[in-house]
């Protein structure tokens, strides 16, 4: 049991450093301002959005065409298909030497290679990628 403890503590760590340094990085960043806008005033200007001399005004709800929509999950889909290649060429070169299973691996990697690719061409048959028309 604590050796299975034991071989999270990187994982731990790891934490823990991260999250101090975004402690460390967001409160210092708060001191150093303090500190600068003690020696001078900030004129109210620095606080507004640069607009290219215009003053921003807040729009109204703008809604997002669905193709937007369409090409995030596109590419969310061949996020994943990468996730997976990477766990098959770590096992691909422990499978080929038994004989057994060398081809069911390559044959299984082909399979879903090809399902992704009837998927890609799906999506250019439907012009999903095609940003001209976005409606």
Not at 17 to 24: I, L, N, R
Not at 100 to 121: D, E, K, P, R, W
Request: hydrophobic share 55%; glycine share 4%.
């Amino acid at each position: 049991m604590a050796m299975e403890i034991r071989e999270y503590l990187p994982v731990l760590m790891l934490f823990v450093v991260a999250a101090g340094f975004t402690a460390f990085m967001l409160i210092g960043s708060e001191i150093i301002g303090r500190l600068a806008n003690r020696t001078r005033p900030r004129p109210p200007a620095k606080d507004m959005p640069y607009e290219c001399g215009m003053i921003p005004t807040p729009l109204k709800s703008t809604r997002f065409p669905v193709k937007f929509y369409l090409v995030a999950m596109l590419f969310i889909l061949f996020d994943i298909e990468v996730v997976f290649l990477y766990p098959w060429a770590v096992v691909y070169k422990d499978m080929v030497k038994n004989p057994a299973t060398h081809n069911l691996i390559f044959i299984s990697m082909l399979v879903f290679l090809g399902i992704l690719l009837i998927g890609y061409f799906y999506a250019v048959k439907k012009k999903a990628f095609d940003w001209r028309n976005q409606s």
